[in-house]
């Protein structure tokens, strides 16, 4: 079947490190991938996506590139910040109609 | 423009009882998801309703069930509530289909 593995976190960082966090998946098909944030109190809020192979997602600073031959979508960003802190969820859909199927999630801290 | 708004925020119920739950998608949306978040399973998809009608279902029992109405409102109801039912229940909506989604903040129910 269709699953998103994602790293256990929690993962800290001090401020201005580089941040990777690794997401492979197994899929049928082409799926669509996500990363979702998710800060404390909230819902989900969409990251980047990328729909098709060699796509590169890109938004505030984070990158994801979707890997076929890998099945990967790992999220990377350069210089995290205090801000980032959060639950950052990787997920994939598949056809026009396919609900997202999520990581369990990897909690970020930065730190100062 | 308004995001997806979810109501009640927070809710305590005990065992046995039922409970509904209301999502308001973004104006123009027309596909509503919904989504159980728990600390063990994590983020598992329940139903998206189109149009009025379940598009989609995930693998829940039948005590949880919707609805979806003209206006594209969204209820969510649980019958005959469990201990294991505590939970964030996030609701999704999207223009047409089910990507991408965006996330009201979710109901919190916990029960006693």
């Given at each position: 079947g269709n699953s998103v593995t994602q790293m256990e976190g929690p993962v800290t960082l001090s401020e201005e490190a580089f941040l990777t966090i690794n997401c492979t998946y197994t899929a049928t098909g082409y799926p669509s991938l996500f990363w979702y944030v998710q800060y404390p109190g909230e819902g989900l809020q969409l990251l980047l996506k990328a729909t098709k192979a060699d796509d590169k997602g890109s938004n505030k600073g984070f990158e994801a590139t979707y890997r076929k031959e890998t099945t990967s979508f790992h999220l990377e960003k350069g210089s995290v910040q205090v801000s980032d802190s959060a639950v950052y969820f990787c997920a994939l859909s598949r056809g026009s109609q396919g609900n997202l199927i999520f990581g369990k999630g990897t909690k970020l801290s930065v730190k100062p | 423009k308004a995001g997806v708004t979810q109501t009640p925020r927070y809710l305590i119920k005990t065992r046995g009882q039922q409970v509904t739950l209301s999502c308001s998608p973004i104006s123009g949306h027309r596909s509503v998801s919904w989504y159980q978040q728990t600390p063990g399973q994590g983020l598992q998809f329940l139903f998206e309703y189109f149009s009025e009608t379940q598009r989609n279902k995930g693998n829940?029992?039948?005590?949880f069930s919707g609805r979806q109405f003209s206006n594209s409102r969204s209820e969510m109801n649980v019958s005959?509530?469990?201990?294991?039912?505590s939970a964030l229940y996030l609701c999704a909506s999207s223009?047409?289909?089910?990507?991408?989604q965006h996330f009201g903040d979710g109901t919190r129910l916990s029960i006693l």
């Open positions: - | 829940f029992p039948g005590r005959t509530l469990e201990l294991g039912d223009f047409r289909g089910p990507q991408p």
